[in-house]
């Protein structure tokens, strides 16, 4: 019977694991690890036609090549914050549904307020469906408190800050 009871806490676990990873689009393997990541397979690496139409899903991003590898393809959104403590939080939430989802971004932050994220496959050095979904899920949930100058200069941001409370 205790085998029996712990075997059903196992699938409840798998079944709510799999739940969640559903919800945001990620597929996941058995691991918990992106398939990508898990099978190593370089099959799904998108052609560099797909990323680029994969573009309009994530207007905020851009396909740029790996910094150490040019021949890697990598999604990359940058922005400045209003501060350090902005970028920090901003960095932080976004690190916490990347350790969520076994999926990890490169985060820089650099001149106390520049901030760039990258994305890509790193077990198959390249740009899956999987990054495309992370980005989608790192833009519907993080908000950001942007530089006001640079919220104006990027429109397409809108819907993406943190909106202030006006004082009456």
Known sequence: VIVIFLLFLLAMADADMTASSEACGLKRGESGKCVPCETLDKSAILTPEALATSLSEIPMWAIKPHSGDGEVSTLSRSFTAKNFVAAMAALNAMGEICEELGHHADFHLTSYREVEIVVYT???????????ELCMRLDKDIKVAYSPKWLREHPSAAGTEIVAAKKS
């Open 122 to 132: 790193h077990s198959v050095k390249g740009c899956t469906r999987n990054d495309v």
